[in-house]
Structure formats: C-alpha cells, structure tokens
C-alpha cells in the first residue's frame, strides 16, 4: 500500500471512531483551561461541557494568505506544546527516504522542515491527514479565530465525556 493510502485510511479510522463519542458536525465552542495546572481542551455545546481532554497544538493556517506557521515559532505557547511539534516535524526523515518523486510526499517533506508554508486552500486536508497519521492523536478540531486565522488542536486523550 503508497504511503499516501495508508495516511488517508489512517484518517478515516480515526475519523469513524470520534463519530461514535462526538458529532463532529456540531458547531462546539473550544476553550482551555487548567486543571490541576495542567492546560486542557474543554469542548463546550450549548454552554455544556461535552468533552475534556489533553490536546496538542499544531498550528495556525490563515485562509486569507494561505499560510500554514507551526507552533513552535508562535510566540507564548507552552513549552511542552513546543518540543512535541519539534518531535513531530523531525519525522521529515520518512518522506525523504521514500521520496519517490511524488508531489505529495515532496509536499509531507516540505511542510515539515519549514517554519511556516504556503499551503493552497484544496491542499489543507492533506495536513490534516498527515498530523494524525504522524501521531496518536484522536481527533484535530479547527477553530477559527480572528482575521480568519483556524487553528489545529489536536485531541490527544479524552479525560471526560458527557452525553
């Protein structure tokens, strides 16, 4: 099986088994807050909490330039969140050994190794699918915030869920 396949099936996976816990399709408000001095996501529906759970976040894409920027490189986050995007994006290696003069492996490599990147709009699910196949993560929810800016959390590890 390509490399790609199993990255998309990887998603798909993943994808059915947050529907059995979450509607996806929902319009959630995100928050984070401290518990026990330890940042968490709080999924929140109709100012009921949904979810809570340990989180990673991986970056900001702006729908206006279409710029991707990691983490790593926006100033105040946490410096956890800082060394498991460095971890991350050091697993370049995989598509630079199996660099098979493909588009899409060129542009899993590329996004790694860079800081921020120019990402077309039709090509961020790529990303999507990438960050959770590179990790263990559960799920990445996208929240918009200002200035079209949507940032990608990903849900680690569910610690609560309510009905």
Known sequence: MKLLEKIRKNSKVKFNEIKKKINIKKNYTII????NKEPKLFLIENKKIKLIGDFHFYGIYNKNTELWTWSNVIPNVLLNQIKYIKDLRNKAYIFEKNMDL???NMFFYQFLINDSMYIPKKFISL????????TDDIFIFESTHSINNIQFTGLSKILELHK
């Open 102 to 104: 493909s588009k899409t």
């Open 32 to 35: 984070f807050e401290d518990i």
């Open 127 to 134: 990303v999507y699918d990438l960050i959770l196949y590179l």
